[in-house]
C-alpha cells in the first residue's frame, strides 16, 4: 500500500499554534448565496472537527446543506463567512489559483458520476492527475497508475477507454483516480449511489481500508444503512449540524 505522512514540522501553522489540529475544521462557517428573493442563507455557524483515519459520512435531506458542506471542505466553494482549514492550510484564504494547485496534492475527490475522460484510457485517467501536479516522478507515475489499479481490482482494464467498463468499474478507476497524488483526504459525493449493491459494498470496503491506512474519508450519502457504518455520521437540516454521532463502524 502507498505511505503518506499526515505530521507536520516545527514550522507549520499547526505546530505553531494558528491552525486547528485536527486534519479538517471548520470553525463558524455560513455560506449565502444572492437570489432575486435577496440572500439565501445555506450553512448557518457549522463548527465541525475530523481527525486523520475517520470516515465520516455527511446526511440529510435534499437541500439541507449536505453538498455545500461537501464544496467547503474540498475549496470548491467558499465560505460566506468563518474558517476552513483542511491539512494545516486556511482555504478561506487562498485564490483560485493558490487552491487549485494545492487540491491536486492535499485532496482526492470522487464524483457520482465518474468524470473519466472517455478518450483517454483507464491508465492515462489515473495517471492524468500526476502530470498536473507534479508531485510524482515522471517514471514513476505509469507504475503507480497499474498499483492503484490493482488495489481495486482492475489492473487487467488499464487500457481499455472508460465506456467499455462497467459503471461500478467506472466507479473504482474514480476512486483510483482520486488516489493519485496520495492526498489525505478523500471526499466522496454519493459514490455508491449509480451503483448495484454488491459493487456499492466492495466500494465501501475500500473506504474503510484506506481510513485503516490513516486517509480521511468524507462522503455524502442518502443511504442511511451505509451512513450507519461509518465511524461518524454527520446529520444536517436546514444549514445546520443536528447531530454528529460516533458509530460504531466496520
Given amino acids: 500500500m502507498f505511505s503518506f505522512s499526515l505530521t507536520t514540522n516545527g514550522n507549520s501553522p499547526a505546530a505553531r499554534g494558528d491552525a486547528p489540529r485536527s486534519i479538517i475544521a471548520l470553525q463558524g462557517v455560513t455560506k449565502s448565496y444572492k437570489t432575486a428573493a435577496g440572500d439565501y442563507l445555506v450553512l448557518k455557524g457549522i ?12 446526511v440529510g435531506k435534499s437541500g439541507s446543506g ?3 458542506l461537501l464544496n467547503m471542505i474540498s475549496g470548491i466553494d467558499r465560505p460566506t463567512s ?11 484564504k487562498m485564490s483560485e489559483g493558490q487552491m487549485a494547485h494545492w487540491r491536486g496534492s492535499n485532496l482526492g475527490i470522487v464524483f457520482q458520476f465518474f468524470q473519466l475522460l472517455p478518450t483517454l484510457s483507464v491508465l492515462e485517467n489515473i495517471m492524468l492527475p500526476m502530470d498536473f501536479c507534479g508531485k510524482i516522478p515522471f517514471r514513476e507515475r505509469k ?7 490493482d488495489l481495486v481490482g482492475l489492473a487487467d482494464q488499464a487500457y481499455k477507454l472508460p465506456l467499455a467498463l462497467s459503471g461500478g468499474q467506472q466507479q473504482r478507476v474514480a476512486i483510483s483516480r482520486a488516489l493519485a497524488n496520495d492526498p489525505p483526504v478523500l471526499i466522496a459525493d454519493e459514490p455508491t449511489g449509480n451503483l448495484d449493491s454488491k459493487t456499492a459494498e466492495s466500494v465501501f470496503e475500500l473506504f474503510h481500508e484506506l481510513a485503516a491506512q490513516g486517509k480521511s474519508v468524507v462522503i455524502v450519502t442518502h443511504d442511511s444503512s451505509l451512513a450507519s457504518r461509518t465511524h461518524r455520521a454527520i446529520l444536517i437540516a436546514d444549514g445546520e449540524i443536528v447531530d454528529a454521532a460516533a458509530l460504531a463502524g466496520d
Fill in 47 to 58: 463548527d465541525l472537527a475530523l481527525e486523520a483515519g475517520e470516515f465520516v459520512s455527511i
Fill in 66 to 68: 449536505k453538498t455545500t
Fill in 82 to 92: 468563518g474558517e476552513v482549514w483542511v491539512n494545516n492550510t486556511a482555504l478561506h
Fill in 143 to 149: 507504475q503507480r497508475a497499474l498499483s492503484l489499479l
